[in-house]
């Protein structure tokens, strides 16, 4: 994934100012930055919500702007509101998105059979989502997200609504897919999560990019990366 | 499969298992009957109804069976003025060569008692006039030189049932379609949002005008589910209600030729409206808002209604059946009475509406694919 020089306005705010960074497969990149920095409007950007007013953006190979339907046909996102069909049961959830993801009709049962046991959803798949717990929803959400195997996955602070079990469920899914050869953004203000999970990061502040790099070099000889992350937005 | 299909079936399980849409489309076959039958009961007893005149006063011979006949009930009343402000319905003061009548037009029961005693007195004076005549060796026929003779072209007891459907059945059908598809055009778009799975939706590959296509087939087919549960109910109900007249034609039911136009202009209206509540709803941020938006649009609708109401005859020209919603009541109206298609005004009906159709589908597209769905939110 590229992005190249990204501006972006809502408004009167001027929200993304010319930021740019790349991500690769097989790596968890983590897209750091205090509340207003332009993290979300920068992802959903990515997954063509979002026009950028300037810059490009390219997902394997795809062009945002050009083909945004190839682009959501290999990108996977997961958020925060982990908003699910009450009145379906979560298999029934996890099958629509599938159908609209162009998972071929003989491979329905098949694929979602086999998301429900990789996230262990066996015990609730049939119950109305109506009747979730938030972790169990946010299971869903992971599922419909991943149901077409897409090769990128952007999970954008899918922990804030969870408690310590199901955080961890999903810090470990994002390190299992990092595993299979996916490229992870992982947007997040949590910066205990951000240095032990991602290889590289962003830290974006007031729509502009102020640290990019590995995890160790941008946190340097700080104790941790939050000490960094405070220094570099001018807290500290 | 394609996405409008998905969606579309998607939206149905997920309406058929909403209450409040079950519960709109249970209400609608239940609350027409209940009408129904609150009318019949209601017509029934002011017909039969005995009504009560405070006289002073000598009866003329003859004139209080008449009266009893018609069911109005003589009790004496001293001051026939005074009694009949409450008392009783009307009051007479019976003098020689003249019946002064009091009354309170404000009441319905005066009025009622009113006409009663005009046509009694007038079949009085005709049958007295008739047996000085008689007894005078003359004809009574002089008094009426010219007799009228009236050749109904259509039975007045299907006159009276067309005139009836005419009003009701349109109403019923534009009342229905709006508020049966109602809530699901709320809960599919400003739902969607407030739940937060809109941008879950939008983040597939499925084309937005697809998503919409799937979203107004699905308000489309459960309004047309509420009209039909509705106008069934209304039928099953009209079934055990009789009129005046001979056995096997005393019930009202519709024309052959009314049935296929109330099925294309229920089509027509109810695309429409489907369109209309699903942009109304993409421009809401919750329920509540999507509510605010769709309500004023049931009083702008049912006001072209009730026009038949309140102007029985009005026939207008070509032009107004460019009006959406009038147009299909006038259209449903024409069929119902005159039993016949117009075919020109058909042809207006259907531009108009699809129309209306295809101007509130673009605009719930636009509203649809632009960036303030998400960033409003």
Redesign the interface.
């Known amino acids: 994934m590229a992005v190249e020089r990204l501006g972006k306005t ?1 408004g009167k705010n001027q929200v993304l100012r010319g930021i740019s960074f790349q991500a690769q497969h097989g790596e968890i990149f983590g897209l750091l930055g205090p509340n207003g920095a332009g993290k979300t409007t920068t992802l ?1 950007i990515i ?5 950028p007013d300037s810059g490009t953006v390219e997902v394997v190979g795809f062009d945002t702007r050009t083909a945004p ?2 682009v ?2 290999r ?1 996977g ?1 997961v ?1 925060a ?8 049961s979560a298999r ?1 959830n996890i099958a ?2 599938a ?4 998972v071929p ?1 003989r491979e329905l049962r098949r694929r979602v059979d086999a998301v429900i046991e990789r996230l262990d959803m066996g015990s609730f798949a049939d119950q109305r989502a109506e009747s979730l717990s938030s972790g169990q929803r946010q299971k869903v ?1 992971i599922a ?2 991943i149901i077409h195997d897409p090769q990128v996955l952007m999970f954008d602070e899918p922990t804030s609504n969870l408690d310590v079990l199901a955080s961890r469920e999903v810090r470990e899914f994002m390190v299992e897919s990092k595993g299979r050869g996916k490229c992870v953004i992982f947007s997040t203000h949590v910066m205990h999560d951000a240095e032990r999970l991602c290889d590289r990061i962003t830290i974006l502040h007031e729509g502009r990019v102020v640290a990019s790099g590995p995890t160790a070099e941008v946190r340097g000889n700080r104790r941790e990366l939050e000490d960094a992350f405070l220094e570099l937005v001018g807290v500290a | ?1 394609g ?1 409008a299909w ?2 579309y079936r ?1 939206e149905m ?2 309406i058929l ?2 209450r409040r849409t079950l519960i709109a489309i249970g209400l609608a076959a239940l609350v027409t009957p209940i009408v129904l039958g609150v009318i019949s009961q209601v017509a029934t007893k002011t017909a039969t109804q005995a009504y009560t005149i405070g006289y002073a006063g000598e009866i003329p011979t003859g004139l209080d069976i008449l009266l009893r006949a018609t069911n109005l009930k003589l009790v004496p009343a001293a001051d026939p003025a005074a009694a009949a402000k409450q008392q009783v319905d009307i009051g007479v003061v019976f003098k020689s060569g003249e019946v002064d009548v009091y009354f309170d037009p404000s009441r319905q029961s005066a009025q009622i008692a009113e006409t009663r005693l005009q046509t009694v007195l007038g079949q009085y004076d005709a049958a007295q006039a008739a047996a000085a005549l008689r007894s005078k060796g003359i004809d009574p026929g002089i008094l009426t030189p010219l007799q009228l003779v009236g050749h109904p072209l259509s039975s007045p007891v299907q006159a009276a049932s067309n005139a009836f459907l005419s009003f009701f059945l349109p109403y019923i059908l534009i009342t229905m379609i709006l508020t049966g598809g109602f809530s699901a055009a709320i809960d599919s778009t400003a739902g969607e949002r407030e ?13 937005r005008s697809r998503v919409l296509i799937g979203k107004i087939a699905a308000v489309t087919s459960i309004s047309l589910i509420a009209a039909v549960a509705a106008i069934g109910s209304m039928f099953l109900a009209l079934s055990q209600i009789a009129l005046p007249g001979p056995p096997g034609s005393n019930h009202i039911s519709l024309s052959p030729v009314a049935v296929p136009v109330m099925v294309w202009v229920a089509l027509l209206i109810a695309v429409g409206f489907s369109s209309v509540t699903v942009a109304l709803g993409t421009l809401a941020k919750s329920f509540r808002q999507g509510q605010a938006y769709v309500t004023p649009l049931y009083f702008i609708t049912i006001f072209p209604a009730s026009i038949i109401l309140f102007i029985p005859d009005f026939n207008p020209n070509l032009a107004y059946y460019l009006i959406p919603i009038l147009n299909a009541v006038l259209v449903l109206r024409d069929a119902i009475v005159h039993n016949a298609v117009e075919w020109p005004n058909l042809v207006v009906t259907t531009i108009s509406l699809f129309a209306t159709g295809a101007l509130s589908w673009f605009a719930a597209l636009r509203l649809f694919t632009r ?1 303030g769905l ?2 409003r939110s």
Not at chain 2, 198 to 203: A, D, F, P, Q
């Open positions: 809502l959903r997954c063509t919500l979002l026009s339907e190839e959501r046909r990108i996102v958020t509101d982990i908003g699910v069909y009450p009145r379906l029934e629509y998105f159908q609209l993801s162009e009709d959400a419909r997200a | 499969m996405a998905i969606v998607k399980i997920e298992r909403d739940r937060k799975t809109l941008e879950s939706l939008l983040l597939t590959p499925a084309p960036e998400l960033t």
